[in-house]
């Protein structure tokens, strides 16, 4: 199973735009790039996912390199509430069966007013 | 949006109970469900996974006579911890697959077992 490597964790300020690297070198043609974050003392919540191109949504934007090899989550303008754990995770094919998931440590965001 | 929920939210049990947490998809169907574990600072480990109407799969190292899953319905997975002891306290998490594979998580169910 392809894993991902992601950053311990990283700091913004308010309103200002976030960029969280996920590395996923072992990445195969079907494995969709799926991102979910944890909030304190609760179940992940999706962000948002892709294949090849890019993607956005309202939470967030998802670039991902033309290798696939890495992504990028872009919040645009963090809050406060944005402070989360945020998990990229490989899922074959594009609803992919859960035990393919790999849940690594993922980032801690901190943010700061 | 489509909402699984979870219950209880936390619960404190003495060492030797049993417990039980509900896992309930509110609004859709789950024809799969998948119960996480979760250590403080850590990632959420996948105990096992569950089809409505069948055994539930376990992955490798967890106990399935100590953690049983019972999947009677379309819209709850029940997970009971048998003959709870400290060990076991953590931060139980379900997610529920609906048919188009979407995946959803439950809030959690915190457990402590003094």
């Known amino acids: 199973d392809a894993k991902t490597t992601q950053p311990n964790s990283m700091e913004s300020n308010e309103e200002e735009p976030v960029h969280l690297p996920c590395n996923h070198s072992?990445?195969?043609?079907?494995?969709?790039i799926h991102w979910y974050r944890q909030l304190p003392s609760q179940g992940p919540e999706y962000v948002i996912h892709g294949l090849t191109s890019n993607v956005n949504n309202r939470m967030a934007s998802l670039a991902i390199a033309e290798d696939r090899k890495s992504s990028t989550l872009i919040l645009h303008r963090a809050t406060l509430r944005d402070a989360a754990v945020y998990y990229c995770?490989?899922?074959?094919?594009?609803?992919?069966?859960?035990?393919?998931?790999?849940w690594g440590l993922g980032t801690s965001l901190a943010v700061n007013p | 949006g489509a909402v699984v929920s979870q219950h209880p939210s936390w619960v404190i049990c003495k060492s030797g109970t049993s417990v039980k947490i509900e896992c309930r998809s509110l609004?859709?169907?789950?024809?799969?469900m998948f119960w996480y574990r979760q250590f403080p600072k850590q990632s959420l480990m996948l105990m096992a996974t569950s089809n409505e109407g069948s055994k539930a799969t376990y992955e490798q190292g967890v106990e399935k006579d100590k953690f049983l899953i019972n999947h009677a319905s379309l819209t709850l997975s029940t997970l009971t911890v048998t003959s709870a002891h400290p060990e076991d306290s953590s931060f139980y998490i379900c997610?529920?697959?609906?048919?188009?594979?979407?995946?959803?998580f439950g809030e959690g169910s915190r457990l402590t077992v003094l």
């Open positions: 997610s529920a697959s609906a048919r188009a594979g979407e995946l959803f």
């Open positions: 609004d859709f169907q789950a024809t799969t």
């Open positions: 072992t990445i195969s043609g079907t494995d969709y």
């Open positions: 995770i490989l899922r074959a094919g594009r609803t992919g069966n859960n035990r393919k998931l790999i």
